[in-house]
């Protein structure tokens, strides 16, 4: 069973920066794609962005493009997401998640792990 634990959000001003880490447990992770989605208050949960297994590809929401960086440490089982020039928009829960395979997916329940979210706010 594979364990996930977001750390990293916080409280930020409009412009600013945080990176979110998601430490896995396991010896599989390497060979799972790799998600991070985020929900604001009354709304669904929504793509942001993933990597694949060998983190060679990436996919981006489009309101994150060129902002929002992901990667990923498979010999620390660890993903990140750097996330810059941050907007009042993306207040949310992040949260990540991992797909048992090596392509990810934009959809929430292609996932098959879920971490239990870490806030971001962003103060404007």
Request: proline share 2%.
């Amino acid at each position: 069973q594979v364990q996930l634990v977001e750390s990293g959000g916080g409280l930020v001003q409009a412009g600013g920066s945080l990176r979110l880490s998601c430490a896995a447990s396991g010896r599989t992770f390497s060979s799972y794609a790799m998600g991070w989605f985020r929900q604001a208050p009354g709304k669904e949960r929504e793509f942001v962005a993933a990597l694949s297994a060998s983190g060679g590809s990436t996919y981006y929401t489009n309101s994150v493009k060129g902002r929002f960086t992901i990667s990923r440490d498979n010999a620390n089982n660890t993903v990140y997401l750097q996330m810059n020039s941050l907007k009042p928009e993306d207040a949310a829960v992040y949260y990540c998640a991992a797909r048992e395979t090596s392509r990810a997916s934009y959809y929430p329940h292609d996932y098959n792990h879920w971490g239990r979210g870490t806030q971001v706010t962003v103060s404007s």
